[in-house]
């Protein structure tokens, strides 16, 4: 199957705990994201990768660091998890980060929900 | 800074009856705005996109208006089915790239 995917689906950790997301795309796509996604549905995005060199960075606490192996993996580290950190998170890739690319949009992987009690 | 506004409240209508959600944006005009469908559970699918300079585009049961004067777009579905219903998503995107999305807007659709 052709997607975005990304484990783990559900994170239930401690508060101060490192913890990782993975995501991977087999669309061939240049661009991928991560967005959260907090309890009011808000999706806010958090950075940006375009053929593995970060493009948006936006204001995220540093405890938060993308990784992008190749163009077809994008992984998010967390450290020290705080409670506020709970969220849903989403990996989304993209054929190009321009606004050329936007006639296609983005495809979004299912969301790891993430609980730091 | 740049802002995307949709209807929080949910929208209830019948079967057959046309939905209409509404997105409104602030300060200068987006490149483009995209609409997307989120079920439960799942991430965002994307449904269409217009751009600055269209005034409507429409896909199967589906289409969007851009109105810059009133800085708003509308979505429409007709012939609605409740298996429409979901939170749909509006999102305005610059010649950068960044996509900034509105908190949605649950459309229920009864039979």
């Known amino acids: 199957d052709t997607a975005v995917s990304q484990t783990p689906k559900y994170l239930v950790t401690q508060m101060g705990n490192d913890k990782s997301i993975k995501c991977e795309q087999n669309l061939g796509h240049d661009t991928m994201y991560w967005y959260k996604q907090d309890s009011k549905k808000f999706l806010k995005i958090m950075f940006s990768y375009n053929n593995k060199e970060l493009i948006i960075n936006e204001t995220v606490p540093n405890r938060f660091s993308p990784k992008s192996p190749d163009k077809a993996h994008l992984n998010l580290h967390i450290n020290s998890l705080e409670l506020g950190d709970s969220a849903v998170y989403f990996c989304a890739s993209s054929r190009g980060w321009r606004a050329t690319y936007s006639d296609y949009g983005y495809t979004f992987g299912s969301g790891t929900r993430l609980t730091v009690v | 800074s740049q802002k995307i506004e949709q209807n929080s409240e949910a929208l209830n209508i019948q079967e057959g009856k046309t939905a209409t959600l509404t997105c409104n944006y602030t300060n200068y005009s987006p490149a483009y705005l995209q609409w997307y469908r989120q079920d439960p559970g799942r991430g965002p699918v994307f449904l269409l996109l217009?751009?600055?300079?269209?005034k409507e585009k429409r896909k199967e049961r589906l289409k969007v208006t851009f109105d810059t004067t009133l800085k708003q777009s509308l979505f429409h579905i007709t012939a609605s089915q409740p298996a429409d219903s979901a939170t749909y998503l509006c999102a305005r995107g610059n010649q950068g790239g960044k996509l900034i999305f509105g908190q949605g807007t649950e459309l229920s659709v009864k039979p």
């Open positions: 217009i751009r600055e300079n269209e």
